[in-house]
């Protein structure tokens, strides 16, 4: 089945530095989401990439669509303490169904 | 965003009781609904799928008759976790949306359900 790999799973920057997390799927993809997750939270909607090489930005936060189609990225610039939570990536096929990347937990020292 | 309720926020129980866990759409039309299992630092592993006046279809692994999915109306799926026991232990999460099938999902609060 689909399989969709994230890395790194931790992630501890100094606040000021430049965070990524990488996501890749075993198959191509109709769209992915990001969702990012506070400790004892629920996930929440960040933003969902549709076309090939994609590029979206949210203030510091920057997201990648492959060419493929099969591998994204979201970047954060100067993180901020309340940058900190877990970031996941969502892979969704044709038939739209979402199988969701492992995470990478995101811990910011002041 | 819109707003997915998901009630009880936190429940304990005894083993080889059932725990039904209710997931509402406050404010849109949920045409599908999805229940996703959490353990502690780990992804989100969907469970199921639930279409509204359909049967819910369940991931490979997913015992069908301990996990009970109901999605009778547009806005409330429930699942019913049946004769828990503490390997049941764990956060469970609902998502819904409406519209094409790679729109926006919006999660509930979950519920973090421990069985002793």
């Known amino acids: 089945g689909q399989q969709v790999m994230q890395i790194p799973q931790y992630q501890h920057v100094q606040e000021g530095e430049d965070f990524t997390t990488y996501c890749n799927s075993s198959t191509t993809l109709s769209n992915i989401q990001w969702y990012k997750q506070r400790p004892g939270g629920h ?15 949210q203030k510091r936060l ?11 990225s979201l970047h954060i610039t100067a993180t901020q303490t309340t ?7 969502a892979g969704i096929m044709n038939a739209g169904k979402s199988t969701f990347g492992d995470g990478t937990t995101l811990t910011v020292k002041p | 965003g819109a707003v997915v309720s998901q009630h009880p926020s936190w429940v304990i129980c005894k083993s080889g009781t059932s725990v039904k866990i209710e997931c509402r759409s406050l404010d849109f039309q949920a045409t599908t609904m999805f229940w996703y299992r959490q353990f502690p630092k780990q ?8 279409n509204e006046g359909s049967k819910a279809t369940y991931e490979q692994g997913v015992e069908k008759d301990k996990f009970l999915i109901n999605h009778a109306s547009l806005t409330l799926s429930t699942l019913t976790v049946t ?16 519209g094409p099938s ?15």
């Open chain 1, 43 to 57: 996930p929440v909607f960040l933003i969902q990439l549709v076309k090939s090489g994609e590029v979206k930005k």
């Open chain 2, 43 to 50: 992804s989100l592993m969907l469970m199921a799928t639930s």
């Open chain 2, 102 to 116: 790679n729109t926006e999902a919006f999660f509930g609060q979950g519920t973090r359900l421990t069985v002793v």
């Open chain 1, 83 to 89: 940058d900190v939570g877990t970031y996941f990536c």
């Open chain 2, 83 to 98: 004769s828990a026991h503490p390997e049941d232990s764990s956060f469970y999460i609902c998502s819904a949306k409406y």
């Open chain 1, 62 to 72: 920057t997201f990648q669509f492959g060419e493929a189609k099969k591998n994204s």
